[in-house]
């Protein structure tokens, strides 16, 4: 079973960075690799991706302040957070592509993640 495992989280003030750390513990032969984001009493929501060829999708509220980016050979994939806001808070976790009929997946920009890592807490106080 594949396991990931995310680092980097913590507790920075607004305009603060961060850079969470995503290691698969075996080689994945997936296409994409995604960062998702859950607050309590929300819906679990797609941050960024990013395929094998680099290509990078990212929801609105993200894009220019965060950066998505991964090493192939070692498995990682990391998520540089900039410019942080108090409304960033959240767990954030770390995703990897599956078949569609994998249990506890969900879709983000049209494609299905499955497989997921324990989460590192993001806190951001103004």
């Known amino acids: 079973r594949i396991q990931l495992m995310e680092s980097g989280g913590g507790s920075v003030q607004s305009g603060g960075s961060l850079r969470l750390s995503c290691v698969a513990s075996?080689?994945?032969?997936?296409?994409?690799r995604g960062w998702f984001r859950q607050v309590p009493g929300k819906e679990r929501e797609g941050v960024a991706a990013?395929?094998?060829?680099?290509?990078?999708k990212y929801r609105e509220s993200a894009e220019g302040r965060f950066t998505i980016s991964r090493d192939l050979a070692k498995n990682a994939v990391y998520l540089q957070m900039n410019s942080l806001k108090p409304e960033d808070k959240a767990m954030f976790y770390c995703?990897?592509?599956?078949?569609?009929?994998?249990?506890?997946?969900?879709?983000?920009?049209?494609?299905?993640?499955?497989?997921w890592g324990q989460g590192t807490q993001v806190t951001v106080s103004s």
């Open positions: 990013i395929n094998r060829d680099g290509r990078t």
């Open positions: 075996e080689f994945l032969f997936t296409n994409y």
């Open positions: 995703a990897t592509e599956s078949p569609p009929f994998t249990r506890g997946g969900q879709y983000y920009a049209g494609v299905h993640f499955g497989y």
